[in-house]
């Protein structure tokens, strides 16, 4: 099903736990591979969660390089989108912006 003007939008405040080295696409583009950490207390149906998700990402271009450069264990507010790889079981988080946190 393909929508016009829907919506994949992920903001997310993460620690970055694994990091790939940097890689070029065949494309000749450069890739990061990376394994995020998230915790924290969300309200859900009016009682208090404790929250944890580990979800693999990716970044590309100039974000890919700057993210690279980032050292293991760093805290990050990470903006980007959800795509399933071919052949794939899971959503893969493509993070296309980051800042300090």
């Given amino acids: ?41 969300l309200e859900e149906a009016g009682q208090t969660r404790q929250v944890k998700a580990v979800l693999k990402a990716v970044a590309f271009g100039s974000v890919a390089e700057r993210l690279a450069r980032q050292a293991l264990g760093s805290q990050w507010l990470l903006r980007g989108f959800l795509a399933t790889p071919r052949n794939a079981k899971h959503p893969v988080f493509h993070v296309t912006e980051f800042q300090q946190d």
Avoid: K, W, Y
């Fill in 1 to 41: 099903m393909t929508r016009s003007g829907a919506a994949n939008q992920l903001v997310l405040t993460a620690c970055i736990t694994e990091l790939a080295a940097l890689r070029f696409t065949p494309a000749g583009l450069p890739a990061v591979d990376l394994r995020l950490e998230h915790e924290s207390t």
